[in-house]
Nanobody
Framework: QVQLVESGGGLVQAGGSLRLSCVVS????????MGWYRQAPGKQRESVAT??????NYADSVKGRFTISRDSAKNTVYLQMNSLKPEDTAVYYC????????????WGQGTQVTVSS
């Protein structure tokens, strides 16, 4: 079974930085995409940063501040978050999209990020 576990969230002052990690256990066959999403209380879950073969995409609100990366050897995906703003406050979720053979989505449990003014 595939499981994703996020970590690295916490409380930070505006302008500060955090690095989120997502460790994947198990094997995802034919990965189509991976990325980070977030959901604030009362808000819809939104895409923050995603990676597919040959492309990386960021939400306009985080461009220039967030960076998604991966370490295949460690089965880990990262989200480096700099210049954090109060509006970045949300639960952040790691996501992988696979094909086995039908398309399937994998989600972590989420990690809380709170940014104070």
């Amino acid at each position: 079974q595939v499981q994703l576990v996020e970590s690295g969230g916490g409380l930070v002052q505006a302008g500060g930085s955090l690095r989120l990690s997502c460790v994947v256990s198990g094997t995802i066959s034919r990965i189509l995409a991976m990325g980070w999403y977030r959901q604030a209380p009362g808000k819809q879950r939104e895409s923050v940063a995603t990676m597919t073969t040959g492309s990386t995409n960021y939400a306009d609100s985080v461009k220039g501040r967030f960076t998604i990366s991966r370490d295949s050897a460690k089965n880990t995906v990262y989200l480096q978050m700099n210049s954090l703003k109060p509006e970045d406050t949300a639960v952040y979720y790691c996501n992988f999209e696979g094909q086995w053979p039908a398309r399937v989505s994998y989600w972590g449990q989420g990690t809380q990020v709170t940014v104070s003014s």
